[in-house]
Structure formats: structure tokens, C-alpha cells
């Protein structure tokens, strides 16, 4: 749409004239903030929000035909109001000094270096944002965390903030926000809840009500909770965990159905009929993956660890170690099916994303298993539709993987195939092509249970569901 630097500039600054009733900025467009503020700006045409990022490339894409995230309805939204109120720039510095309300949605990885390796979030780059707020800020503003943090980061957020000799006043918002990838849209559009913290002062409560008024313009009021900002904070935290849990509860028993004949869908079904358990999120496969659970949790561990809080820390590690032996389960298990041996065997991945309908490999339990059938020698076929450019960075090499656009020419001549990503396209396949064009014995290991395996194995394939007794024909 703005091919032309000097038209887009001239075309901004005459919206600039147009009088709108609220400047948002938020900083940091990744997956949250891109996805989130194109709703806001669709839901809210009298308010005019810009999105800022450090990385250039990135801002580009935003500004381009090719947006830089896959989501599910994403382009349309962004399409039809990119240029109107919606922009995308690199200019944090003019960013923070026209805005009134600032979301700061950048990311806040797992640290990899010093105390906390390996677990606690890096909070360098939340940091980096306040300081830069107060350097620029000519006016008041609201500053809104969009970012998962450690309970209590408002409070490091706001001691920067007043740290400086400027009267400005900074009032610092909790608002997690609860998206997940692939459904992203769907879900900001429908919240189950909006969760609003603030400190419980009155300019705390008033920023509350300035910031809840953005959403009443779409979500239900009775939807927009309010906490104070450590309630909100960890909220995100607990919310994470518990959804992680409920995988791993269920993984750990997928495990107990395989040696024991029990179906772990039924198992499911059954228990999920009880209305304080619920059905949802028990779905049983290769283990969780993408960029939050993980993390989140480890660093619901640090923070109870450093709180001495030994116990309930063990408690959730747990969560993420069952993750890891349901994915190193899922290898042996295909080691020990294929004859104890996998080297020199051409195995075909359906799926490398963490999930289906998205781009992202963060985590993606893909990776840690690819990892382990390539040290046993395997050579990897890997078909995805939309995570290909991700996989050699992820796994360090391309040595001994070949990337496929077309499942049907990965699958010929393979000894398997691991289905790890739940793509629909992956379930409507020629499974009888597929067979016919395998080496035998044709291998499935269903990693997702997405597939019909009482057809496949009928069409002659071995297949290996989770958490169900294995169909083989010998
Ligand atoms: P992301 O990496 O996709 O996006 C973060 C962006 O922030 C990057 O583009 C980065 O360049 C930018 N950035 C970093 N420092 C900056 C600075 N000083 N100025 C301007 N831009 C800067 O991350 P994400 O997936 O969007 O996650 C962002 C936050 O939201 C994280 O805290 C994450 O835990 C949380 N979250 C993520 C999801 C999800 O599904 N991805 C869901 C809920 C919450
Ligand atoms: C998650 C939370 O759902 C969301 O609220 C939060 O804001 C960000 O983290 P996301 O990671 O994008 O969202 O996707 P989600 O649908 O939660 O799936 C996470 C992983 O769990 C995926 O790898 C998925 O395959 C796996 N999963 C999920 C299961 O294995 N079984 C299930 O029943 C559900």
C-alpha cells in the first residue's frame, strides 16, 4: 500500500491532522502486539494506533503485502486499516513523545546467561522500553504491560520511571494478554476475559478505567476484570501453568493407556463430562510447545524457588519435565518399533510448527525430536506448510534433512511417518498413495491423533496413536 516512503510520510501526517480521540503506541510488533493492536485499531477507528519496533525488517513486512506473522485472518484486518488509523514504524523515540497510551508488548525470553540461566525471564528489553519512555516523554502517560512478566515487575517499571527529575507522571497498567497462536483473531475479538491490575491508588483506578474504556468498545463489560497489579501479573503466570498441567496430566496418562489397553480419548471423554474438570485441553500428543508455556513456567519456578518456596517450585518443574520424557517417549517408542534401528532410514515429518494454522517453531516439541531421530542417523524428510524457513536455524543444521513442500513426494520411499503438528491439511491427505509409495513395513506414528487409524491400518500401515494400544500387523 505505502510503496512510496515519501507519499506514506505525507499521507501520515495528514492523518495526523485528524483529530483522534486517543494516540496508542505500542512497542514491540511480534505475534501479541501486531495481532492485538490491529483489533484495537479495527474495533476503534476514532483511535489512531501505531506499532514501533527495533527491528527494521520486521516493520517493513508489517508495512509490505507479506505481513510477518501467519494468523488466521490477520492480513484482512491489517489490510483494511493499515494507512487509516493503523501504522507501523521503526520510530520509537517520535513513537513514545506523540502517544498517550503506551502498550509494551516486547519480548521476554528465558534467560540464557548469568543468575537464573535457563529459567528466569530476561526482563533487559522491558527494561530498555522504560528508560526510553522517560527519555522521550514530552506529556503524561499510561504505560500498559502487554508482556508476560514476573509478579512485581510494575514495580521495578515504575521506580525507573519516577527515577528522573521529570514532572511527568507515569501510572504503570497490568494487562496480560491471553491470545493463543493460531486462533489469535478469534480470540481477540471474543476475550473470554480481559484482566485490567492497577495500583490501588486513584490514578491507578482512573488509568483503569482509561484503559478497560478501550475494550468496552467490543468486549462485554462484564468481561473486563479488575485486580490489583501483582494479582494481574501472576494471573498470566498461573494461567499458563494450569493449561500446561492439564497437557502433561493428560500426556502422563497417555502413557499408563499405552501398557495398560485403557484409550486415553475415552479416558478423556470420561473425565472431562465432569463439569469442575471440563473437556477442554486434554487432548493427548507429542507434548506442548511455542513460546509461552515453557518458559512461563519456568519462571513461575524461579520466582517460587527464590521465594524459598521449594516445594510448590518442584511442583511445577514437573509440568515441564513429564513434557520432555512424553517427547523423548515418543522417539524411543519409534526406535524400538522400527526394529531398534532408525540409521540410514528415510523418515517423513508431517509438521514442524508447535501448533497447526501457525508459522512459529518456538519451542516446538518438533525440534527436540527431530534432534533425536537425526542422532540416530535418520535422514529427515520434514513437510510443513508454513514453518520450512524456520528449520535449519532450529536445529542447527540442514545436514541429513531435506525440506518438502509436497507430502507426496517426502513420503516416497520413507520408512515412516511422524506426524508431530496438527495441520488439517495433514488429515486430508491419499493415504492409499501414501502407503503405496513407502517402503514396507509402512510405519505411522501419530503424534497429534489426528488421523483414522482403524483405516490406515486396514490400507496396511502399522499405526501408533498416543495413549492407545498400537495397531501392528505382526
Ligand atoms: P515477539 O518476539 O514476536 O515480539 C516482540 C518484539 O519486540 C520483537 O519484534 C522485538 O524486535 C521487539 N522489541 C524488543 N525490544 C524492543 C525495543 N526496545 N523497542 C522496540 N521493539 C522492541 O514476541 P511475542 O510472541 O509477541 O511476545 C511478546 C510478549 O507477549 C512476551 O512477553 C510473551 O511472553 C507475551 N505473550 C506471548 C503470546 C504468544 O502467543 N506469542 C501470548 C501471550 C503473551
Ligand atoms: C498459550 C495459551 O493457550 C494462551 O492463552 C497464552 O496467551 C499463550 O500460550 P499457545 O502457546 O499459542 O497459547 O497455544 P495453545 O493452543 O495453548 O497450545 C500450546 C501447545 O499445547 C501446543 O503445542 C499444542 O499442541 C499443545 N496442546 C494444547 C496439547 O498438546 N493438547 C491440548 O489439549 C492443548
Redesign the pocket.
Known amino acids: 500500500m505505502h510503496h512510496n516512503p515519501a507519499l506514506y510520510l505525507l499521507h501520515r501526517r495528514l492523518l495526523e491532522q485528524v483529530d483522534f480521540q486517543k494516540r496508542i503506541l505500542c512497542?514491540?510488533?511480534?505475534?501479541?502486539?501486531?495481532p492485538t493492536m490491529a483489533v484495537i485499531a479495527d474495533k476503534c477507528p476514532q483511535y489512531r494506533i501505531e506499532l514501533?519496533?527495533?527491528?527494521p525488517e520486521?516493520i517493513r513486512q508489517w508495512n509490505s503485502d507479506n505481513l510477518p506473522?501467519y494468523e488466521p485472518g490477520l492480513d484482512e484486518i491489517v489490510f483494511r486499516n493499515r494507512g487509516r488509523n493503523l501504522f507501523f514504524s521503526t520510530e520509537?523515540a517520535r513513537g513514545i513523545e506523540e502517544s498517550d497510551i503506551i502498550f509494551v508488548?516486547?519480548?521476554?525470553?528465558t534467560k540464557t546467561f548469568g543468575q537464573g540461566s535457563g529459567q528466569a525471564a530476561n526482563l533487559e528489553?522491558v527494561e530498555?522500553?522504560a528508560r526510553?519512555i522517560l527519555k522521550h516523554a514530552k506529556t503524561d502517560k499510561i504505560i500498559v504491560e502487554?508482556?508476560?512478566?514476573p509478579v512485581r515487575t510494575a514495580q521495578a517499571l515504575q521506580r525507573i520511571l519516577a527515577s528522573g527529575a521529570s514532572p511527568l507522571h507515569f501510572e504503570v497498567l497490568s494487562n496480560?494478554?491471553?491470545?493463543?497462536?493460531g486462533t489469535?483473531i478469534p480470540d481477540l475479538l471474543a476475550p473470554d476475559r480481559i484482566l485490567v491490575g492497577c495500583m490501588e491508588t486513584e490514578s491507578g483506578h482512573k488509568a483503569c478505567d482509561q484503559l478497560s474504556a478501550i475494550y468496552e468498545n467490543w468486549v462485554p463489560k462484564d468481561r473486563i476484570l479488575r485486580t490489583n497489579v501483582w494479582s494481574s501479573e501472576l494471573s498470566?503466570l498461573t494461567a499458563n501453568a494450569f493449561l500446561a498441567q492439564r497437557v502433561s496430566s493428560i500426556n502422563s496418562i497417555s502413557a499408563l493407556c499405552e501398557k495398560t489397553g485403557a484409550n486415553v480419548h475415552e479416558v478423556a471423554r470420561a473425565i472431562g463430562k465432569d463439569s469442575r474438570i471440563g473437556s477442554k485441553f486434554l487432548q493427548a500428543g507429542a507434548g506442548f510447545g511455542?513460546?509461552?508455556f515453557r518458559?512461563?513456567i519456568l519462571n513461575l519456578v524461579y520466582i517460587c524457588r527464590s521465594q524459598g518456596l521449594t516445594e510448590a517450585a518442584d511442583y511445577w518443574e514437573q509440568v515441564v519435565r513429564i513434557n520432555e520424557w512424553q517427547q523423548d517417549r515418543f522417539v524411543l517408542n519409534m526406535v524400538a518399533e522400527m526394529f531398534n534401528t532408525v540409521a540410514n532410514k528415510t523418515l517423513t515429518v508431517f509438521g514442524f510448527a508447535f501448533k497447526a494454522d501457525t508459522g512459529?517453531t518456538?519451542d516446538s516439541p518438533a525440534i527436540r525430536i527431530c534432534q533425536a531421530l537425526l542422532e540416530e542417523r535418520a535422514q529427515l524428510r520434514i513437510v510443513d506448510p508454513k514453518a520450512l524457513p524456520y528449520v535449519e536455524s532450529d536445529l542447527g543444521t540442514l545436514k541429513g534433512v531435506t525440506l518438502c513442500q509436497d507430502p507426496y513426494e517426502a513420503v516416497a520411499g520413507s520408512h515412516a511417518i511422524a506426524l508431530l503438528t496438527g495441520w488439517k491439511q495433514f488429515a486430508e491427505l491419499d493415504y492409499r498413495r501414501i502407503y503405496n509409495a513407502m517402503e514396507k513395513p509402512a510405519f505411522l506414528f501419530d503424534g497429534r491423533n489426528l488421523l483414522d487409524h482403524g483405516a490406515l491400518f486396514e490400507m496396511g500401515f502399522n499405526v501408533y496413536p498416543i495413549g492407545e494400544k498400537p495397531l501392528r500387523h505382526f
Open positions: 512497542i514491540g510488533a511480534g505475534y501479541v502486539g501486531g514501533v519496533d527495533v527491528n520486521r506473522i520509537v508488548s516486547v519480548n521476554t525470553p528489553y530498555a522500553v526510553l502487554k508482556s508476560t512478566v496480560p494478554e491471553f491470545l493463543a497462536e489469535a498470566k511455542g513460546s509461552c518458559k512461563d512459529d518456538r
